[in-house]
């Protein structure tokens, strides 16, 4: 089993007819509620705020009212598992979501 946490904030204004900017900022994790000896460091643990990975980014929707398209470009600002993976290059994330 496992636990997740997400936080996030968005502000998102209109920019003009059905496109909208996007500022945000993200930050969460997963661990697992057990001990694992294949996957060490992945439990939780009382140090979890020091484990939580962060982000931030700009992007646009476009809200066709049934449907949402997103373009978002976001920079890693901590990530807490670099040794393993030690890009921290821009991400680019095309989504299709419905509105809410």
Do not use: H
């Amino acid at each position: 089993m496992c636990l997740k946490l997400e936080f996030n904030s968005e502000y998102r204004p209109k920019l003009f007819s059905i496109v909208e900017g996007a500022l945000f900022v993200d930050a969460g994790n997963v661990w697992l509620l057990n001990e694992d000896p294949l996957k060490p460091g992945a439990q939780f643990s009382s140090n979890f705020l020091n484990e939580l990975a962060i982000d931030a980014g700009i992007g646009l929707r476009l809200d066709f009212t049934i449907l949402l398209l997103r373009l978002d470009f976001a920079f890693p600002l901590k990530v807490p598992y670099a040794a393993q993976i030690p890009n921290k290059n821009m991400v680019i994330n095309l989504a299709i979501g419905y509105p809410f």
